[in-house]
C-alpha cells in the first residue's frame, strides 16, 4: 500500500492540521454527546454501576471527607491522609460520584502522591462489583467507526463535512482503503508514543536525578521529536511519518 494522506475533496492536495484536528473533534462530538445526554439517567437507573467520569461538559465538585466506607475494596493505601469526594454534573444531572482516597509525601522537596478511587452511587455508597465507564464505550465505538467507515469509504462523518478524504497515493480514485494499512497508520499514531512512555517507569525504581535523565533521553527527546516532526510535516501539507509507513 502506498502512503495515504488526507486530501481536500474539490481538489488533490493535503488537508491542513485545523481540517484534521476539527473532522477528529467532529467525529468524537457524535458519539459522546448521545452518551452524555443519557449518562445521568443511567447512572441514577443502575446505581451508579453506570456512569461518564469525564463528560464533554461538565462541573465538578469536590470536598473533603471526614471518614471513609468500611467496606472498601481493595483497601484504601495505608497511612492515609486524605479523603476527597468528587461529583461530576453535566445540564442533565449527576453523571459520577467518586471517592478519593490516598496519603501525600514531601521527599526532598518532592509531593508525592499514592491514591484509589471508589466509584461511588448518587447517594454517596459504594459501588462494588462491575461497573462501566461509558467514557471507556465512546473511545471504543469512536475507533470502530473510524476504522470501519475509512475502510469502506476513506471517509468518516466528520472528514465528511470537513470536505477531506483519506485516499491512496498511486489510486486516488479508488474509495476502499487496505484496512492492514489502516492499521499500521494508527499503530504509528497511539503505539510509539505509548512506547516512549515506558521509560518513565524509572521514576518507580530509581534515584530522582537518574530518573529524570533516563525520561528526558529516552522518553522526552524521542517523543518530543516525533510529535514536533510530524506537527511540522502536517503543517507544511507534507506526508507525515505515519502516512509514509502505512504502504
Not at 19 to 41: K, N, S
Not at 95 to 102: E, F, H, Q, R, W
Not at 193 to 214: D, E, R, T, Y
Request: hydrophobic fraction near 50%; aromatic fraction near 10%; include cysteine.
Amino acid at each position: 500500500m502506498s502512503p495515504a494522506f488526507e486530501t481536500g475533496a474539490s481538489e488533490l492536495r493535503r488537508a491542513g492540521f485545523w481540517q484534521r484536528v476539527l473532522a477528529f473533534f467532529i467525529d468524537c462530538a457524535l458519539v459522546t454527546v448521545p452518551l452524555t445526554l443519557i449518562a445521568a439517567p443511567l447512572y441514577s437507573v443502575t446505581d451508579g454501576r453506570i456512569f461518564m467520569s469525564s463528560p464533554i461538559v461538565k462541573y465538578q465538585a469536590c470536598r473533603g471527607q471526614s471518614s471513609v466506607p468500611a467496606n472498601l475494596a481493595p483497601a484504601p493505601p495505608d497511612s492515609s491522609t486524605f479523603a476527597t469526594k468528587c461529583s461530576i454534573y453535566t445540564i442533565i444531572g449527576l453523571t459520577y460520584n467518586a471517592l478519593i482516597v490516598g496519603r501525600q509525601t514531601v521527599n526532598h522537596g518532592v509531593t508525592a502522591t499514592v491514591s484509589t478511587t471508589y466509584a461511588l452511587n448518587a447517594n454517596g455508597v459504594f459501588v462494588n462489583g462491575q461497573k462501566l465507564d461509558l467514557n471507556d464505550v465512546a473511545s471504543v465505538v469512536v475507533a470502530i467507526m473510524i476504522l470501519s467507515l475509512q475502510w469502506r469509504s476513506g471517509q468518516t462523518l466528520g472528514q465528511k463535512v470537513m470536505s477531506i478524504r483519506l485516499i491512496m497515493v498511486q489510486s486516488p480514485d479508488m474509495k476502499r482503503i487496505k484496512f492492514r494499512g489502516l492499521l499500521i497508520r494508527y499503530c504509528a499514531i497511539f503505539l510509539f508514543p505509548m512506547i516512549c512512555l515506558i521509560p518513565l517507569v524509572g521514576f518507580l525504581i530509581l534515584p530522582l536525578a537518574a530518573a529524570i535523565i533516563v525520561g528526558v533521553l529516552f522518553s522526552g527527546i524521542p517523543l518530543a521529536y516525533w510529535l514536533i516532526g510530524n506537527l511540522g510535516l502536517i503543517i507544511q501539507r507534507k506526508d507525515p511519518w505515519f502516512d509514509r509507513w502505512a504502504g
